[in-house]
């Protein structure tokens, strides 16, 4: 993982962590290809799969365009959060809202 995704990520679990969730850090290997970059879990909002984009350089693997949509279609969404937005925003989109890694989709812009 690059160096911007990784501070993005450990930011993010921290953030998370002060809320009360469990986050769990996926390691990358070649067995967990496609696996978003962590799992979270609270007792109030279930579980997430978060995972962390730089908006400049922001692309999918293709482990990722093909494990991306059968978590969601077997019930487990998929949330990307980026640089852009105030932690608070996306916090507010990961509890909140459905999941949103499609939005992010070429084919979406």
Known sequence: MNRPEA???GEWADYLRARDWFVKSTHGNMYQQGFPDLFCCHCGFGHRWCEMKIIKNLH?????L????KLC?????????TDQLPFA???????RRKPN?????DIWK
Do not use: D
């Open 60 to 64: 999918f693997t293709p482990a990722q």
């Open 89 to 95: 925003n996306q916090y507010e989109l990961v509890t």
């Open 73 to 81: 279609a077997f019930g487990s969404g998929v949330w990307i959060v």
């Open 101 to 105: 890694w499609y939005t992010f989709l």
């Open 66 to 69: 093909e494990t991306f949509p």
């Open 7 to 9: 501070k993005l990520q």
